[in-house]
């Protein structure tokens, strides 16, 4: 029996918002991995407040599943970095947002593969749209679960 598969697209959080001015050109994107592959379920990483552009795509035919984390102390990463505080934002130097901690990004990643084991059993081939920081170690989770995987990203904004 082959294994079922992940087709993974990273992409800006922003830009999975609906009503996002990119939705049109998201669709697109989204058209585009269906051509390749015969995308059944879409599973994404989201939050419950706000509605998902991918969440209204081709209702009829897709399912579409949140696969990310609640919003619970244990998952939340950091919210600052350098040059990120408002009282003491300088404009003419770039923000850089800090990355981490990691045990919670693990601990976010192995929660999503594991609600992306559970939403695929009915199913053999999904997209998971993903933040871009999350590309290459969720597909390594993933293919470690059992799922042949192929990543993409699209950094358009």
């Given at each position: 029996?082959?294994?079922?598969?992940?087709?993974?697209?990273?992409?800006?959080?922003?830009?999975?918002?609906?009503?996002?001015?990119?939705?049109?050109?998201?669709?697109?994107?989204?058209?585009?991995?269906?051509?390749?592959?015969?995308?059944?379920?879409?599973?994404?990483?989201?939050?419950?407040?706000?509605?998902?552009?991918?969440?209204?795509?081709?209702?009829?035919?897709?399912?579409?599943?949140?696969?990310?984390?609640?919003?619970?102390?244990?998952?939340?990463?950091?919210?600052?970095?350098?040059?990120?505080?408002?009282?003491?934002?300088?404009?003419?130097?770039?923000?850089?947002?800090?990355?981490?901690?990691?045990?919670?990004?693990?601990?976010?990643?192995?929660?999503?593969?594991?609600?992306?084991?559970?939403?695929?059993?009915?199913?053999?081939?999904?997209?998971?749209?993903?933040?871009?920081?999350?590309?290459?170690?969720?597909?390594?989770?993933?293919?470690?679960?059992?799922?042949?995987?192929?990543g993409y990203s699209w950094m358009e904004q």
């Open positions: 029996m082959p294994s079922k598969q992940i087709i993974a697209l990273a992409t800006h959080h922003h830009v999975q918002l609906k009503g996002h001015a990119l939705n049109d050109r998201f669709g697109q994107v989204i058209s585009l991995i269906r051509e390749k592959y015969p995308v059944q379920i879409i599973l994404e990483e989201w939050t419950p407040d706000r509605q998902s552009f991918a969440s209204t795509v081709d209702m009829d035919k897709l399912k579409w599943k949140n696969v990310g984390t609640p919003k619970e102390k244990r998952f939340e990463t950091y919210a600052y970095g350098l040059n990120t505080d408002p009282p003491t934002h300088d404009p003419k130097k770039p923000m850089l947002q800090e990355y981490g901690p990691l045990d919670v990004h693990e601990l976010r990643e192995r929660y999503m593969v594991d609600r992306i084991k559970e939403s695929m059993e009915p199913f053999n081939v999904g997209l998971f749209i993903v933040g871009l920081a999350h590309l290459h170690s969720t597909l390594s989770k993933l293919k470690t679960a059992g799922f042949e995987v192929r």
